[in-house]
């Protein structure tokens, strides 16, 4: 067991919560406390899909009620701003100047939503999506008939334009990419979802955007060449890592937070999990993972590394996302295939591609098939060989092909 007497968690995301329910559930008795900038701490995948649409209230997505933390004797530093830390002697600074001491911190302060510098990219009616507040705000202009621009057309675009529609919007999704997400989900797939917004009414250009002009009713951009007017306009085109507290405290920080295999930094002090992070695993820095449950498991390593016990299992990483009552899952590496075998027939749901090298499953995405991708994993997780006919035959059970 580990010396560890007191944790403070930078940040009230699923990253950090997560962390804080990991250690208390290991059975970590010392002094425990999650400083986070906003209110009771929430989770995100909604605000594209339930709660923008007013389908689900702030209190419906909070991540804990407000009586577990004081269950779990943990203290919610709320509202409450960290402005620096100081590594070596585990002190996190508040906006207030109050000083938090503590053996281990572990930053779990995720990202902000890209705005990127192109002329016009601060008018009023330039919307973008990471907090509950930002999506209050675009909630006020997906009114009937408004005209929707929507620039990217990766996951939180496509649930951003999904949403806007079922709300009567007139929606326009632009992205540079005729099929947006191939690299997740592949290119087949990836074709016929990018589709599904045009089947439903969404007008969808490949295009890049140089720019947007204030007009007197709203926004104009040139899309194609041509120009195009709408009231209001969504940017979905990804994350800054919020990394500049890992920065100023001198740890090793390359578009993201270095971390170890257990969410060490370079400060062993100091831990960092979720959405800012770049886990090192086998010698390699991995790409940021920026999914909702690669921030949870981060949160369980984390929490084994102050506990001084060993690590979860590694697992296939997963997302999930959803557009036009469609759910989509994917698993694993699209790119570590070498060859494909769909299950069902694409473009009519349920279905599921799997990719494959050397006889084994290494990735797998489906659409209203979450049995196909909790097997896939299954399949990477424990490298099983697979029978490819079988795999793509709809009759067969997948969880026959896991006792093999
Ligand atoms: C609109 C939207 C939809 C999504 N949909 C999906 C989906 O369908 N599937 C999926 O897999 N993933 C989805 N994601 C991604 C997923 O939500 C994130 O990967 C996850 O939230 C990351 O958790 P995190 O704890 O790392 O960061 P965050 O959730 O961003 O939490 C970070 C917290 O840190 C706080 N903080 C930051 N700096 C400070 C500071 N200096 N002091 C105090 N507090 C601070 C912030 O206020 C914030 O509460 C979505 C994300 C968004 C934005």
């Known amino acids: 067991m580990s010396s560890t007497c007191s944790v403070v968690i930078v940040g009230g995301g699923i990253g950090g919560v997560s962390t804080a329910a990991a250690l208390r559930n290991r059975g970590f008795l010392g002094d425990l406390t999650i400083v986070d900038a906003g209110e009771l701490p929430y989770d995100r995948p909604p605000l594209s899909k339930d709660y923008l649409a ?4 702030l209190d419906d997505i909070a991540l804990q009620s407000p009586d577990w933390y004081d269950d779990q004797s943990i203290t919610l530093r709320n509202n409450t701003t960290v402005a ?18 503590a053996d ?6 995720g990202g902000q939503a890209v705005r990127p510098r192109l002329p016009g990219a601060g008018i009023d009616a330039l919307h973008v999506l990471r907090s509950a507040e930002d999506a209050d705000n675009l909630r006020k202009v997906l009114l009937p008939g408004a005209r929707i621009l929507v620039v990217g057309a990766g996951l939180i675009g496509a649930e951003v334009a999904s949403t ?3 709300l009567g919007a007139d ?7 005729a099929e947006p997400l191939s690299a997740a989900i592949g290119r087949d797939a990836a074709e016929w979802l990018h589709s599904v917004h045009a089947a439903n009414g969404i007008t969808t250009i490949t295009a890049g955007i140089d720019g947007f002009e204030k007009t007197t009713d709203g926004i104009r951009t040139y899309l194609r060449g041509e120009p195009h007017h709408f009231d209001a306009v969504v940017l979905g085109v990804g994350m800054t890592p919020n990394t500049q507290l890992a920065e100023w405290a001198g740890l ?5 937070i270095i971390v170890s295999a257990g969410q060490l930094t370079s400060n062993p002090a100091v831990l960092a999990v979720g959405d800012p992070t770049r886990r090192t695993v086998d010698g390699a820095v991995r790409k940021r993972a920026e999914h909702w449950e690669a921030a949870q498991h981060d949160g369980a390593r984390a ?13 296939a990483p997963w997302f999930w996302t959803d557009r036009h009552g469609l759910h989509v899952e994917a698993v694993g590496q699209m790119s570590a295939a070498t060859t494909a075998v769909t299950r069902g027939a694409i473009g009519e749901p349920p279905f599921a591609v799997f990719g494959i090298r050397h006889g084994n499953v290494v990735s797998a995405a489906a ?8 097997a896939a994993r299954r399949l990477i997780d424990r490298a099983i060989a697979v029978d490819c006919r079988q795999l793509g035959d709809p009759g067969v059970d997948l969880r026959k092909l896991l006792r093999a």
């Open 54 to 57: 007013g389908r689900k209230s």
């Open 84 to 101: 620096a830390l100081r590594a070596d002697s585990g002190t996190v600074e508040l906006t207030t100047g109050e000083q938090l001491r």
């Open 104 to 109: 281990r911190v572990v930053l779990a302060t």
């Open 164 to 166: 806007a529609l079922h």
């Open 171 to 177: 929606v326009t999704l632009v992205d540079p990419l």
């Open 252 to 256: 090793a920080v390359d578009r993201g």
């Open 303 to 315: 929490a084994a590394t102050i506990l001084g016990l060993s690590l979860p299992a590694e697992t």
């Open 367 to 374: 659409v209203n098939d979450s049995n196909a991708v909790r």
